[in-house]
């Protein structure tokens, strides 16, 4: 036994003279040791319950006693050890009892603000988060978005494969939505499959519509669950603050009014809750995914228009101009659909796909006997970096083109952005014996130090400057002084849109070099300008 078991079981103190002479410790290696226990008392420590938390003990390795003081210091000692310990163990207690508590707390907080099936926030959470918010946004002058959304065929599939299937969706749902919103977005199952998303700090209402329309699509990708394929889609309602007002449950409303809307007009969309806004939103977002779409599968189509020699008439190339055909819809300008390229990052792709198809067509007409000295090819902002030089070279390579009968037009607002850059990139381009014009001279920065500086090929003058050209006005100065450039500066000059005769003879006596415009020919696909050049030749 122990020697703190001795005193416990004395229930008092117990003191030992010499233990190495006590029987009870004949085999105890504390005792019995080199430098063993010889005197020992000990007293139990012990509660009012009568319960023993440990024992008080005093060790020496030479035989004494306690005298009276001694065994009273040790009975006080003992009573401030019981204390002590007494206070740890109540306050260990109290600790837990609150910690118990909170957790408590927190459980009854969860089962109030959270959704039990998803763990998502609830609508109380919902819409207290969205009162905040709403105050936080007027004080800051913030847009924020509320969207509203539900699953589309949810009550088939429950009906079908049951409810646990049905939980089940809905769990899966709300994790590819929250895979694709922020941190700091608010997403909360009202009930059902009704589901609402909190948008913090709006900059973009496309941000939002983008964002609607990935939702969309998310959610009608199939799901698999528990073997079965489940396709099911959503419909969603936007309303955005301040714009459709400030008030939590008016804010609410119109996002449950364009929710409505949204599935009203067939399902598997979304609806802004102001009509006009809806109109520009969506109509952006649908092009941009046709867009997407056109480039993809090739949709679009180059047509070509001449560029006529003013003083004998000779076809001396051709203008390579994009189109994008859209059967049985509203037809979109090359300007405004180039220029939705260029803001999603594909106007790299889209004018490399242009340079591409004009060089083919080129190689075709020049084997098949049709000969021209240039091809003009328009480049995107986007283009006109470093890069494009090789790229240039390696597609006049493929089709067996020397560089010199291509012409690229760059838009003197693109230079501007970094006319350095540009400069460096021109410099290289004609090095390498590609031609360099200049476009749409005389609408944006223009100016003759500018000419100097790039030290391009040719320079073609915008149609703004054409149309009032044979009046005699301001118009026909700036195009006279630009055509006088040609023989200090090295310039090939062409006039663009030139519609009427009236201008062209304005131009013949300026001693313009080329032009092109309906006078001449409109643009035309790639067979009929064929056939027109032939006959324009014969």
């Known amino acids: 036994m122990a020697l703190c078991a001795h005193a416990i079981e004395a229930d008092g103190l117990f003191e030992v003279e010499d233990a190495r002479r006590d029987p009870r410790f004949a085999s105890n290696p504390l005792v019995q040791g080199e430098r063993g226990v010889v005197f020992y008392a000990g007293m139990p420590l012990k509660v009012a319950n009568g319960h023993t938390l440990g024992t008080l003990c005093v060790i020496d390795h030479v035989p004494r006693r306690l005298d009276a003081d001694q065994r009273a210091a040790l ?42 099936l998803t763990g998502l926030e609830n609508r109380n959470a919902f819409r207290h988060a969205l009162a905040q918010a709403l105050s936080l946004a007027q004080r800051r002058q913030q847009r924020l978005a509320c969207i509203y959304f539900d699953l589309d065929n949810f009550k088939l599939v429950n009906d079908s494969l049951g409810h646990p299937m049905g939980d089940a969706l809905l769990v899966a749902a709300s994790q590819r939505v929250k895979s694709a919103i922020r941190e700091s977005d608010v997403f909360a199952r009202l009930g059902g499959d009704e589901f609402a998303l909190l948008l913090h700090d709006v900059g973009d209402v496309n941000d939002v519509a983008h964002l609607a329309a990935k939702l969309r699509d998310l959610l009608c990708t199939p799901f698999v669950l528990d073997q079965h394929t489940v396709h099911i889609g959503c419909s969603l309602g936007i309303a955005l603050a301040p714009d459709d007002g400030i008030d939590l449950d008016l804010l609410l409303r119109r996002a ?22 809806n109109e520009r939103v969506v109509s952006r977002v649908r092009l941009e995914q046709e867009l997407r779409a056109a480039l993809d599968n090739e949709e679009f189509e180059l047509h070509y228009q001449p560029q006529v020699s003013c003083n004998n008439e000779r076809v001396m190339g051709v ?10 819809r509203e037809p979109v300008g090359s300007a405004v659909f180039v220029a939705l390229a260029e803001e999603l990052r594909l106007g790299r792709r889209l004018g490399g796909w242009v340079l591409e198809r004009a060089c083919e067509d080129f190689a075709r007409w020049r084997a098949d006997g049709l000969v021209l000295e240039r091809l003009a090819v328009n480049i995107t902002a986007s283009q006109l970096c470093p890069d494009l030089v090789d790229e240039v070279l390696a597609v006049l390579a493929r089709h067996e083109l020397p560089p010199a009968v ?15 850059a540009a400069r460096r990139v021109i410099r290289r381009l004609r090095e390498a014996g590609v031609q360099v014009a200049l476009d749409d001279f005389g609408t944006g920065y223009s100016s003759l130090s500018l000419l100097r500086e790039l030290d391009v090929d040719a320079v073609k003058v915008d149609r703004v400057f054409i149309e009032r050209v044979q009046c005699g006005d301001g118009d026909t100065a700036i195009v006279s002084a630009v055509i006088a450039l040609r023989a200090p500066a090295g310039l090939r000059v062409t006039a663009e849109g030139v519609e009427q005769s009236a201008q062209l003879v304005a131009l013949r006596a300026m001693d313009c070099d080329d032009y092109q415009g309906f006078v001449a020919s409109p643009a035309l696909p790639a067979t009929a300008l064929v056939a027109m050049c032939r006959d324009w030749l014969a």
């Open 75 to 116: 009975a006080a000692l003992a009573r401030q050890a019981v204390l002590q310990l007494e206070h740890r163990r109540l306050g260990l207690e109290l600790q837990q009892q609150h910690e118990s508590r909170v957790a408590l707390e927190h459980a009854l907080q969860g089962l109030a603000t959270r959704d039990p």
């Open 256 to 277: 449950d009014i364009a929710l409505y809307h949204a599935k009203g007009e067939g399902k598997g969309d979304f609806r802004f809750y102001t009509p006009e806004l």
């Open 319 to 328: 203008e390579a101009l994009l189109r994008w055909p859209r059967e049985d």
């Open 406 to 420: 291509l012409e690229l037009e760059v838009v003197e607002n693109h230079i501007m952005k970094d006319i350095g």
